[in-house]
């Protein structure tokens, strides 16, 4: 048995059931193949948790900033 590996890693061969019409407007819009648009589905589900942490923070982090100053660098 053979194993490939990626960036990220070692890959693992999967087999999915999907509905039809999903994968088709999900490839529709990601505009790549089946196994690039799983992949970009998986990140994102992945990803979610932190979404979910980094809004829990909204208003409580403030940032004092001189955004003049900034600029001028």
């Known amino acids: ?8 890693g070692a890959l693992q ?10 994968l088709r ?13 799983v992949r970009q589905g998986l990140h994102l589900v992945a990803a979610r948790d932190a979404y979910g942490k980094l ?3 909204r208003g409580k982090v403030r940032f004092d900033l001189d955004l003049k100053r900034l600029r001028e660098d």
């Open 55 to 57: 809004r829990a923070l």
């Open 1 to 8: 048995m053979s194993t490939r590996t990626s960036e990220d």
């Open 13 to 22: 061969k999967i087999t999915v059931h999907v509905p039809h019409a999903l």
């Open 25 to 37: 407007r999900a490839r529709d819009v990601s505009g790549s193949g089946i196994t690039e648009t």
